[in-house]
T-cell receptor, first 111, second 114 residues
């Protein structure tokens, strides 16, 4: 199973952009890159996903490297409510099997 | 409202007393999965199911059983709980194979085994 690597924790100031990196060097051609976040005392929630092109939605942007071996979740203007654990996972479009979350990145937002 | 519902949300039990954590989704999702979350270990997959009567082991299946008799329900069974199964458990669901849809998670079930 292709796995992802993320930093354990990151800090950012409120109202500034945040770039959360993820490495997935063994990604296959049919793997989609998904991002989830887990707010304190809640279950994880979907943020965004993409295959090759950069993606934007109301929550965040996803920038995918040309070789697809890494990606970056971008929060354009962090707020205190964005403090959470962020998970980058891979999901194969042709297979529904193990979905490995790992430990994610704990994002701290400084007021 | 689309949701994944887990019960109970909190449970304290004793070693060896069989228990079941229920999970139900109202989105007609084919894929369902159970995770446990422990400090420093992140989310680890216990079992998953790609459809009715189809289940498979995740990374940490020991000590757990599951069943998928109906599409909407995916109960997690601890036949003889032990203290090392004290954890926070999450159920998740999504549309099935060949779909890149998002995973929907329940609110979690915190289990303590004494």
């Amino acid at each position: 199973d292709a796995k992802t690597t993320q930093p354990n924790s990151m800090e950012s100031n409120e109202e500034e952009p945040v770039h959360l990196p993820c490495n997935h060097s063994t990604i296959s051609g049919t793997d989609y890159i998904h991002w989830y976040r887990q707010l304190p005392s809640q279950g994880p929630e979907y943020v965004i996903h993409g295959l090759t092109s950069n993606v934007n939605n109301r929550m965040a942007s996803l920038a995918i490297a040309e070789d697809r071996k890494s990606s970056t979740l971008i929060l354009h203007r962090a707020t205190l409510r964005d403090a959470a654990v962020y998970y980058c996972i891979l999901r194969d479009v042709h297979r529904d099997d193990k979905i490995i979350f790992g430990k994610g990145t704990r994002l701290h937002i400084l007021p | 409202e689309a949701q994944v519902t887990q019960n109970p949300r909190y449970l304290i039990t004793v070693t060896g007393k069989k228990l079941t954590v229920t999970c139900s989704q109202n989105m007609n999702h084919e894929y369902m999965s159970w995770y446990r979350q422990d400090p420093g270990l992140g989310l680890r997959q216990i079992y998953y199911s790609m459809n009715v009567e189809v289940t498979d082991k995740g990374d940490v299946p020991e000590g757990y059983k599951v069943s998928r008799k109906e599409k909407r329900n995916f109960p997690l069974i601890l036949e003889s709980p032990s203290p090392n199964q004290t954890s926070l458990y999450f159920c998740a669901s999504s549309l099935g194979t060949t779909n890149t849809g998002e995973l929907f998670f329940g609110e979690g079930s915190r289990l303590t085994v004494l």
